[in-house]
C-alpha cells in the first residue's frame, strides 16, 4: 500500500467584508447593471464587523480556535450564540482570521509590478500592524511601505478614474487602489488581477502558517501545488498560471519550485492525490498543497441575506495549506489504494456519483461504509446556504452516502439517521468555491486521529465542470486518511495484487507452453 | 406517460441534488418535452 504522512496544516481566513461589498461577484454584478440599488444599498446594513466574525463558531473552527468536538455541541444558529471572548480570538491552532487593512497590506506586499498603490499613512499603519503578526515576515512587512507603492489620493483617484484602477476602501473610505495591467488585455484588467493578488496573498498567509505549524524551514520545502480556482494569465494564455511559485517566492521558500492543479472545487482534493503520489513515490521530497481565495465568491449569496434581513456572512477570503512527507510512521497517512473517481461513463446521477466516490474504492480495498469514522464532503456552512435555497450541503452528502449504505447492505435502514449522526461532519466552511471541498476536515480529522477518537476519515470533493460550458458534467474526487500505521511505508512493497499478477502472468506461460 | 405527456419542461438541476442530465433521463419516456435542461452550482 503506498501512502504518504499528513504533517501539518493550516487553515486562515482574511475579513474582507469592504473589499467584498464592492467586488463580489453578486454585489459587483448589481452595483454595474444599476438595475438593483435597493440591494445594493441595503447591503452595507448587513455587513459583520470583524469582531461577529471573530466570535462567529464556524470561522473559529476553520481556524482551529475551538476544536471541531466542540462546535459540533454548540447550540445554533451561531449567529445568535456567538462564542465567548477568550475564544473568539485572532489565532487559533490552525491559522488566523486577518483583518482587511493588514489583508490589504498584504495584498500590496505581494504585487511585484507595482499594480497595487496605497495611501502612505494607511501603509505605514498596516506595515506596523502586520510587524506584529509572528506569522508575516519582515521581508513582507517591509514591502508594504516600498515607495513605488505608497502614493497620495489624488494620484490613486486619477488611476482610477483615468485609467480603469480599482477603489480599495478602509472605512469607507478609498485608501488605496489596483491599476490596470494592460491598456486592452482583458486577462490583466485591474479587476482580475485584485482578484488574483487576493489569491495569492491568502495563499502566502496559508503556507506561512503551515511553516510555522509544521517547524519546516522554508529553506526546506521541495515543492507547492497550487489549488484554487482563480486563473493567472494574459491574453495569450488566460490561465497559464503559475500562483504555486509566486507564493513560494513571497514566503521566502527559495529552494522551492511549484505548479497548479484545477478542477473547480475538486481541485484540492485532486491535488492532493497529485501530491501525495509523488511524494510517496520519492519524486519530491516535501509538497505543500496550497489554496488562497476568491473574492467573487465574497458575498455571493447575499442578495436572499439582505432580502430576509440576515447578517451577511460571506465576507471572508478562504486559505489552506498541507504539508506532505514521506510516510515514516509516525504521521496521519493518506492511502493512494483508496482513491474516488467520478469517471466520464459513470453519469450525473446522485447515486452512481456517490457510489464512484465513496462505494466503489471501499470495496476495493477491501473496507465497507461503517468503516470510515467519518465522512467529509463539501462542508458549506449552512447558514449561509439554507437562507439562499441552496440547502445544507454536507447533509444532503451525507444523506446521499447513508442511503446508498443501506442500499448495499452495510448499514440497517432503521440505523441511516444514526449512521448520519455519527458518521456525517458539519458544514464550517466559506462559500469560497474549492475552500470547502472536504479539505477543511484534514485538520480537524487529523487532530481527532492523533487523540485516538477516530481511525479513518473520507475527504471528498466536487467540482462544477460545467460552469466551463465544456462539458455538461461535473467531477469529483476522494481519498482516505487513516491513523499512524507505526512503521514506515515502502513504496517499492510488493502488494497482493502485484503477487496475484505474477502468478497469473507465470500461469499463462504455462497454458501457452502445453498448447 | 402521464400526467407529463404533451407538456414542455424546463430542467433546473443542481450539482450536490439532482443535475439537469439525471433528470432528463428520468423524464425521456414521459411523452413531455425537455425544452431546456441545465445544472448550476449555488455554493
Known sequence: MASVGIKSYAYCLNHAPETGSYYGGTPHEARTSGKEQEYVDALPKHLQTYDQALHYAPNQTYIGGISYEEFESLATPWTDNPLPDEKAQRYGKFGELMPEDEFLGLISACDEFELVWLEPSFAQAVSEKLAKDPFITEAIVKRVVRPKNMHDIAEIKAEVEERDGLYLYHDGKPVGCVRSGHPTDPCLTSHVLLENLAGKASGVLALLHLLKNSGLDAKDLDFVIECSEEGAGDVGQRAGGNFAKAIAEVAGCVNASGCDVRGFCAGPVNAMINAAAQVASGARKNIAVVAGGSIPKLYMNSRDHVKKGLRALEDCVGSFAVLMLPDDGTMPVMRLDVLGKHTVGAGGAPQAVTSALTFEPLQAAGLTFADVDRFAPELQNHEITEPAGAGNVPLANIKMIAALAVMKKAVEKADMMKFIKEHGTVGFAHTQGHIPAGVPFIGPGCELINEGKIKRFMVIGKGSLFLARLTNLADGASFLIEAPTGKPASSSAVTKDDVKALILEALSEVAGKLN | ?43
Do not use: H, N, Q, Y
Not at chain 2, 1 to 15: C, N, T
Not at chain 2, 24 to 38: P, T, V, Y
Open chain 2, 1 to 43: 406517460m402521464g400526467k407529463l405527456a404533451g407538456k414542455k419542461l424546463l430542467l433546473l438541476g443542481e450539482r450536490d441534488g439532482v443535475p439537469g442530465p439525471a433528470m432528463e433521463a428520468c423524464l425521456k419516456d414521459s411523452g413531455a418535452e425537455i425544452i431546456f435542461s441545465a445544472t448550476e452550482c449555488f455554493v
